[in-house]
C-alpha cells in the first residue's frame, strides 16, 4: 500500500503541475469505506491524515476503535438520513454531503455551541434527483441557508461525485461554476471537493482541493452487505 499511495501522490502532483497549480494546496483524502479500521491504521502509520468514509454506522465505529490516532480527520463523504445527523456530527470533522436545509438544520442542533463543523454543499451533477445533492439552482440558496441559520457549521465549499456518464471534465466545470456561486454569498467558501481514482486529473484541473481517493490507494474493496 505504501507503494500504491506514493504512486498516487506522484501521479497528483503530477496532474497539479499540468495545470498550473502548486500540489501542496491539495488535500488527498483516503477513502477507507468497507475497510477494517486496521486498514486507517496503516494508514496513518504511513503519515495519512485524513480519511474518508461514506457510511454513518462504519465512521462511528472506526473513529471509536481507533481513537489515538495523532491528528486525524474523519471525513464523511456520504449520503446522511436526518436522523443520523445528531451521530455524524459527533463522529465527523468534515461533511462534504450536505444537500438540504433539513439536513443541515439538523447538524447544527445536534451540537449548536460546539467546534464549528466544516462542511460542503453537495451539487447533483446528473439529471437523477435521486443521486446525493441539491440542484445546481439550489445551491446558492441552500449555503446562503447554512451561512445565515446554522451558526455552528462552517461552510467551506462544494462536493460532487462525477456522472457515471458522460465526460467528467464538462462535470467538473459545472461544479466549479456552482463554487463561484457560492463564493458570492459565502466568500471565503473557497474548497471543492472533486476527483476520484479515476477521475481526479480533470477535477484538479477544474479546480478541486479535496481529492477522495479509494481503491487506486487501497486496493479493491471488500465485499459489503
Ligand atoms: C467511494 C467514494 C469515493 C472513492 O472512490 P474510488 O473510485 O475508490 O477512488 C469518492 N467519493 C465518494 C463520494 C465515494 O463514495
Not at 498550473?20 to 488535500?27: H, I, K
Not at 445565515?148 to 465549499?157: I, V, Y
Request: proline letters at 6%; one cysteine or more.
Amino acid at each position: 500500500m505504501a507503494g500504491r499511495l506514493a504512486d498516487l501522490d506522484a501521479r497528483i502532483s503530477a496532474a497539479a503541475r499540468e495545470a498550473g497549480r502548486d500540489p501542496a494546496t491539495l488535500t488527498r483524502i483516503v477513502v477507507t469505506k468497507f475497510h477494517p479500521a486496521g486498514l486507517v491504521e496503516r494508514l496513518h502509520g504511513l503519515g495519512v491524515r485524513d480519511v474518508g468514509e461514506n457510511r454513518q454506522q462504519e465512521l462511528t465505529a472506526k473513529r471509536a476503535e481507533l481513537p489515538d490516532l495523532d491528528g486525524l480527520r474523519w471525513h464523511f463523504i456520504g449520503q446522511v438520513q436526518t436522523k443520523k445527523a445528531r451521530a455524524v456530527r459527533a463522529a465527523a470533522d468534515a461533511v462534504h454531503s450536505v444537500d438540504r436545509d433539513r439536513l443541515a438544520d439538523a447538524l447544527h442542533a445536534a451540537d449548536p455551541d460546539g467546534v464549528p463543523l466544516e462542511v460542503f454543499v453537495q451539487v447533483n451533477l446528473t439529471d437523477d434527483p435521486a443521486r446525493g445533492g441539491a440542484a445546481p439552482g439550489d445551491v446558492v440558496r441552500l449555503a446562503d441557508h447554512i451561512a445565515t441559520r446554522c451558526p455552528s457549521l462552517r461552510l467551506r465549499g462544494v462536493m460532487a461525485v462525477a456522472p457515471l456518464s458522460g465526460a467528467p471534465a464538462a462535470a467538473f466545470e459545472r461544479l466549479a461554476a456552482s463554487a463561484q456561486a457560492v463564493r458570492t454569498v459565502v466568500p471565503d467558501a473557497a474548497w471543492i471537493s472533486a476527483g476520484m481514482s479515476g477521475d481526479f486529473a480533470d477535477a484538479i484541473a477544474a479546480g478541486a482541493t479535496h481529492l477522495r481517493i479509494g481503491t487506486a490507494i487501497t486496493g479493491p474493496r471488500p465485499a459489503h452487505g
